[in-house]
């Protein structure tokens, strides 16, 4: 039997498989926000625009930005590459793989690259070098969360949704050990000490 979860708001912290994990932004702020990034997007003019959502983290807010610059009136083709810099752990291995690549020619085209979270910067920068190296007229950068840590790449964001404090966070694409994903907020996963704040039951 499965328990239907409510949509909890921020602040809240919502408890799940043992981890308590408190609500930054819920669904409602981060929808309103994504069509702001696409009003953004848009008046940019892109040109030819191809939308490349760096997998995998960035699988949710790909899919909500896309439709959002639909609403906008923004037509786009889209295709993906999976980077990966981290392993199955919580730091950054300071190396990154493209594990599944692009198929489409970048050439003489505005390219969106899609990032869920922007820390150190090595995967965003890594993915901007190689379609700039591949002839890319303009490589334009939307994240989800700018984390407020030292880069250890120069590459900064043209749209970012939120800054984010320097917390482990999960939800809206971003994992913990490919767990939550799913969630519908994105939240802190709290210490196992910490037990301030609201609980949901
Ligand atoms: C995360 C996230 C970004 C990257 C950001 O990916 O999705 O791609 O780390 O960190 P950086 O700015 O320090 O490079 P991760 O490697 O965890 O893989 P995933 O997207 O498959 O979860």
Same mark, same amino acid.
Do not use: W
């Given at each position: 039997?499965?328990?239907?979860?409510?949509?909890?708001?921020?602040?809240?912290?919502?408890?799940?498989?043992?981890?308590?994990?408190?609500?930054?932004?819920?669904?409602?702020?981060? $929808?309103? %926000?994504? !069509?702001?990034?696409? &009003?953004?997007?848009?008046?940019?003019?892109?040109?030819? @625009? *191809?939308?490349?959502? /760096?997998?995998?983290?960035?699988?949710?807010?790909?899919?909500?930005?896309?439709?959002?610059?639909?609403?906008?009136?923004?037509?786009?083709?889209?295709?993906?590459?999976?980077?990966?810099?981290?392993?199955?752990?919580?730091?950054?291995?300071?190396?990154?793989?493209?594990?599944?690549?692009?198929?489409?020619?970048?050439?003489?085209?505005?390219?969106?690259?899609?990032?869920?979270?922007?820390?150190?910067?090595?995967?965003?920068? $890594?993915? %901007?070098? !190689?379609?700039?190296? &591949?002839?890319?007229?303009?490589?334009?950068?939307?994240? @989800? *969360?700018?984390?407020? /840590?030292?880069?250890?790449?120069?590459?900064?964001?043209?749209?970012?949704?939120?800054?984010?404090?320097?917390?482990?966070?999960?939800?809206?694409?971003?994992?913990?050990?490919?767990?939550?994903?799913?969630?519908?907020?994105?939240?802190?996963?709290?210490?196992?000490?910490?037990?301030?704040?609201?609980?949901?039951?």
């Amino acid at each position: 039997m499965t328990t239907p979860h409510a949509s909890p708001a921020r602040g809240e912290i919502v408890r799940l498989d043992g981890e308590r994990i408190r609500v930054i932004h819920d669904e409602r702020t981060i $929808a309103e %926000r994504v !069509l702001e990034l696409a &009003r953004a997007v848009a008046a940019s003019e892109p040109v030819n @625009l *191809l939308v490349v959502p /760096v997998l995998k983290g960035s699988f949710i807010f790909a899919a909500d930005l896309l439709r959002a610059f639909y609403r906008v009136g923004l037509l786009t083709e889209v295709d993906f590459m999976i980077l990966a810099s981290y392993g199955a752990g919580t730091t950054s291995s300071g190396t990154v793989n493209v594990l599944r690549d692009i198929e489409t020619d970048v050439a003489g085209r505005d390219v969106l690259l899609v990032e869920d979270i922007l820390e150190t910067g090595r995967t965003l920068a $890594a993915a %901007r070098d !190689l379609l700039r190296e &591949r002839g890319a007229r303009r490589v334009m950068t939307a994240v @989800l *969360l700018d984390k407020q /840590v030292e880069r250890a790449a120069d590459v900064a964001a043209d749209f970012a949704g939120f800054t984010c404090p320097d917390v482990f966070v999960v939800g809206y694409g971003m994992d913990k050990a490919h767990a939550y994903r799913e969630l519908p907020f994105i939240g802190e996963v709290l210490p196992n000490d910490d037990d301030s704040g609201r609980t949901e039951s």
